[in-house]
């Protein structure tokens, strides 16, 4: 893959590259993401473009763009993959976008825990996602967390038979729309800018998010409810517009890459993972509340969605197929991790 031929750039050609720009005008990359402020995100993209500016010794500059400042997802998505933003950090879900296919890396109750899905990521899933998402114009250069998505609403809704006919917010993607109609929900796909609006216009009345967006975004004000499905443990992606690596020198190629896997996924995890039971404790000292489900009570949301694993996989589509026995490899490796 393109990203691992750049991070075997030595150090010494890395340091020399940064000498010969130095008299250079820095060069000027865009970063988008829909980060809200005073998050773990906010604080890693902080930190990238701190150790970008220390790597290459002012010759490269990340903007950082943060709060969907660019745009919302969907938007920015599919404006880095035609070249017009450089680089950013994106759910899973707006990676979907331009590859289907990989909304199956978050399907639904399908990994046993996070140990078991960070090892698929790590060490059996990496190239052929970015196989996928090259073909659509983003070089994927790690990955980064989102955290666990639980069902989230206006009042309690402890068993799927509660969320039929709600009016609910999906995420925009195939398999999210399978899984809301599973349940016997009224689905409208709405992107993570638009989720208070339409919570407060009435246009749906639940949907499923991370603790790591939910408290952050003002979520948890209009819906105080938390059910703890985590029924997605949610990755994400960072990436690189294709069309603007490919005019990058390969010298700084090689730093994007190394500055990146400065940060490792370990280290990114730990981060977000850690704020969750902080917010946790946030969201109940503000009014909301959180509704812990019994192990009868998750396991009675898993066999109601588990039935259409096989349709979600032919919703998405493409090398749906390809990818999906790819992750019950992973899955059946990483299976000591569980």
Same mark, same amino acid.
């Given at each position: ?16 590259? =940064? ?30 473009? @701190? ?32 070249? !017009? &933003?450089?680089?950013?950090?994106? %759910?899973?879900?707006?990676? =979907? ?17 996070? *140990?078991?899905?960070?090892? @698929? ?6 190239? &052929? ?31 799927? @038979? ?56 003002? $979520? ?20 690189? %517009? ?13 730093? &994007? ?14 981060? $977000? !993972? ?27 949301? !898993? ?12 919703? $998405? ?12 490899? *992973? ?8």
């Amino acid at each position: 893959m393109r990203q691992v031929l750049a991070v075997a750039l030595g150090a010494a050609c890395i340091l020399g590259s =940064a000498m010969a720009m130095a008299q250079q005008k820095p060069l000027e990359l865009r970063y988008t993401s829909g980060a809200p402020p005073k998050t773990p995100w906010e604080t890693q993209i902080n930190r990238f473009v @701190a150790d970008m500016d220390k790597a290459s010794k002012g010759t490269v500059k990340i903007v950082p763009y943060i709060n969907a400042q660019l745009g919302n997802e969907q938007d920015t998505m599919q404006q880095l993959a035609r070249g !017009r &933003i450089d680089i950013g950090g994106f %759910s899973m879900t707006a990676a =979907a976008l331009l590859s289907p296919e990989l909304s199956l890396l978050n399907l639904p109750f399908y990994w046993d825990t996070q *140990a078991q899905l960070d090892c @698929a990521l790590d060490n059996h899933l990496f190239d &052929i996602s970015a196989g996928l998402l090259e073909k659509r114009g983003a070089i994927l250069t790690g990955w980064n967390e989102i955290g666990s998505v639980d069902v989230v609403g206006k009042k309690p809704l402890m068993s799927p @038979a509660d969320v039929k006919g709600m009016k609910v917010r999906m995420a925009p993607t195939k398999i999210a729309k399978v899984f809301w109609t599973a349940l016997g929900a009224n689905p409208t796909p709405l992107g993570i800018t638009e989720i208070n609006s339409g919570l407060q216009t009435g246009l749906v009345d639940a949907a499923d998010l991370p603790i790591t967006f939910y408290f952050p975004a003002g $979520v948890g004000k209009l819906a105080p409810h938390i059910m703890m499905t985590q029924h997605v443990l949610a990755a994400g992606v960072n990436v690189v %517009s294709k069309s603007v690596w490919n005019k990058l020198d390969p010298q700084v190629q090689g730093l &994007i890459s190394q500055v990146s896997m400065a940060s490792p996924p370990t280290m990114l995890r730990q981060e $977000v !993972r850690g704020m969750e039971n902080f917010l946790r404790k946030k969201h109940v000292e503000m009014g909301g509340t959180i509704h812990e489900l019994s192990k009868d009570q998750r396991d009675a949301w !898993r066999r109601a969605i588990e039935p259409s694993w096989p349709e979600m996989v032919k919703a $998405v589509g493409g090398e749906g197929p390809k990818l999906w026995k790819a992750i019950q490899d *992973a899955k059946k490796a990483c299976s000591k991790a569980a």
